[in-house]
């Protein structure tokens, strides 16, 4: 069964750092341009990286632009999302799906089956 699962979340002070990773399998994961999307609550989700399916390039959010590297490793089928110098705003649950970028925006592809349960990223100021 086609799934991805999100982890490395957690607590941490402002101006930290933490990882988070995407374990896809299948379909779910091989030819897709995939990213990083965020929900707030009482927020729309918001799209914030997204990289292509060769990993040659990535796009970002101007919100987390110079502070989240976003990587991928095709063989293991993976996703992660190095997120520094963290801000009480980057609170949200984080999920990895298929993406497409067009200027200034990340988007979810329309129809892409496989959302996991997200991960919880709390910044505390």
């Known amino acids: 069964q086609e799934h991805v699962v999100e982890s490395g979340g957690g607590l941490v002070q402002a101006g930290g750092s933490l990882r988070l990773s995407c374990a896809a399998s299948?379909?779910?994961?091989?030819?897709?341009?995939m990213g990083w999307f965020r929900q707030a609550p009482g927020k729309e989700r918001e799209g914030i990286s997204c990289?292509?399916?060769?990993?040659?390039?990535?796009w970002y959010i101007d919100s987390v632009k110079d502070r989240f590297t976003l990587s991928r490793d095709n063989a293991k089928k993976s996703l992660y999302l190095q997120m520094n110098s963290l801000k009480p705003e980057d609170t949200a649950m984080y999920y990895c799906?298929?993406?497409?970028?067009?200027?200034?925006?990340?988007?979810?592809?329309?129809?892409?089956?496989?959302w996991g349960q997200g991960t919880q990223v709390t910044v505390s100021s």
């Open positions: 299948g379909s779910a994961f091989d030819g897709y341009a």
């Open positions: 990289i292509t399916s060769s990993g040659g390039r990535a």
């Open positions: 799906a298929a993406c497409s970028s067009v200027p200034g925006y990340i988007l979810p592809v329309k129809g892409y089956a496989y």
